[in-house]
Structure formats: structure tokens, C-alpha cells
Nanobody, 120 residues
């Protein structure tokens, strides 16, 4: 399973670091992704990284502000979020699958989500 942590309330311009801890399987064979869903909106991918850490993907909405990383020795993935904006508010989910492409279609192993609220 995957368990996210690190969400919370932060002011605009602030930072948060989300963690995604895997148990019961080894993350090093999987791509990792972070997705978010805001109220009334569809879920969107905000960052992905392949199993070796060579390939990453960010949509324009977060590029330059969010950084995905992984520590295979700790079986954990991370999402560093800087310069947060109100529109970054939502439930953030981590996922793992063999390929980024299939994970983006909703396949793989998913966590339960952690709430991120950006508000003054």
C-alpha cells in the first residue's frame, strides 16, 4: 500500500513537502506519480518520475514550483511544493505503476490522499 503524509494548511507563497511511503512491495521497480483533485474538478497529474529517476513530467501549472523525487532505499517518494497558490488546494494522491503512461490512466497502486489547503 501507499500512505501519503505532509499535507496541511499553508499560506500563499509557502511550501510543503509531501511524502509517499510504500509498504508490502518495493518501489524501485515502479514509476511514482502525484495527482490532485480539487472540489468540483477532475483529478489531474502534477508530477511523475520513472523508476530510475531519469524521466520526470510536470504540467505547466506547477512547472518550476513542484519537484518530485524518490529515495528507493527508504521506499518513499516525495513532492516538494514551493510558491504555493490558492489554486493548488486539493486532495493530493500518490500512485505507483510500472509505467508513467498507465499510471496517468488511473492504473496501479494508489494512496488514500492527503489534504493540501492554501489560504491566508
Amino acid at each position: 500500500q501507499l500512505v501519503e503524509s505532509g499535507g496541511g494548511l499553508v499560506q500563499p507563497g509557502g511550501s510543503l513537502r509531501l511524502s509517499c511511503a510504500a509498504s508490502g512491495f518495493s518501489l524501485d521497480a515502479y514509476a511514482i506519480g502525484w495527482f490532485r483533485q480539487a472540489p468540483g474538478k477532475e483529478r489531474e497529474g502534477v508530477a511523475c518520475i520513472d523508476n530510475r529517476g531519469d524521466v520526470t513530467y510536470y504540467p505547466d501549472s506547477v512547472k518550476g514550483r513542484f519537484t518530485i523525487s524518490r529515495d528507493n532505499a527508504k521506499n518513499t517518494g516525495y513532492l516538494q511544493m514551493n510558491s504555493l497558490k490558492a489554486e493548488d488546494t486539493g486532495v493530493y494522491y500518490c500512485a505507483a505503476d510500472e509505467k508513467i503512461a498507465t499510471m496517468m490512466m488511473g492504473r496501479g497502486i494508489w494512496g488514500q490522499g492527503t489534504q493540501v489547503t492554501v489560504s491566508s
